[in-house]
């Protein structure tokens, strides 16, 4: 199927370090998007890179993409409390699906 | 502020009693769609809509209906609700034809069937 697959389920982190999340998908894209919930709110949407992309910065956000390995990583410099989150990526093919997410916990 | 409004945010019902959330943007989009989340399974698409008059259904649309009268409003009605319904719903919008670009989600609406 199209759906994102997060790994790892859940990361545990301190204040300072940096987080990488991956994402690995099964069909062709046209973009991938990454989400961010905070805990039961809305989605926020954070970054989208296109599939002629490799690698895409906003702030302290990174995201990398290898259409060759149907895989995106996501990486949270000098992670806050503030960024304790579940994210997601959403591959966008013909439609787009959700992962069921990865759960992140930075400890001050 | 540009926004998409859901109501109510939570909501406890029994089996069998009608319902609908409401969900209304006001960015002028084209595209809305409504999900729900399950614990482990991520969102799942129940229907979608990608203009006034069209809607279609997403992957897991049984038990639902959903209207699209105006361009800025985009219900979810439960007519016989069960408990496997129970579940986090969201609705989210933008402005292209599909979700290529990104999708502004609304708070969400708990929904409780017993």
């Known amino acids: 199927s199209q759906q994102g697959e997060e790994d790892p389920q859940a990361l545990s982190i301190q204040e300072g370090e940096n987080a990488t999340m991956n994402c690995s998908y099964k069909t062709s894209i046209n973009n991938l998007q990454w989400y961010r919930q905070n805990s039961g709110r809305g989605l926020v949407h954070l970054i989208l890179?296109?599939?002629?992309?490799r690698e895409k910065h906003s702030g302290r956000l990174r995201v990398t993409l290898d259409t060759s390995k149907k895989s995106s990583s996501l990486l949270i410099t000098a992670s806050r409390a503030a960024d304790t989150a579940s994210y997601f990526c959403?591959?966008?093919?013909?439609?787009?699906?959700f992962g069921a997410g990865t759960i992140l916990r930075v400890k001050s | 502020e540009a926004q998409v409004t859901q109501n109510p945010r939570y909501l406890i019902t029994v089996t069998g009693k009608k319902l609908t959330v409401t969900c209304s943007q006001n960015m002028n989009h084209e595209y809305m769609s409504w999900y729900r989340q399950d614990p482990g399974l991520g969102l799942r698409q129940i229907y979608y809509?990608?203009?006034?008059?069209?809607?279609d259904k997403g992957d897991v649309p049984e038990g639902y209906k959903v209207s699209r009268k105006e361009k800025r409003n985009f219900p979810l009605i439960l007519e016989s609700p069960s408990p496997n319904q129970t579940s986090l719903y969201f609705c989210a919008s933008t402005p292209g034809l599909g979700p290529h670009s990104p999708l502004h989600f609304g708070n969400g609406t708990r929904l409780t069937v017993t």
């Open positions: 809509s990608m203009n006034v008059e069209v809607t």
């Open positions: 959403a591959p966008y093919g013909n439609k787009l699906v």
């Open positions: 890179i296109r599939s002629n992309e």
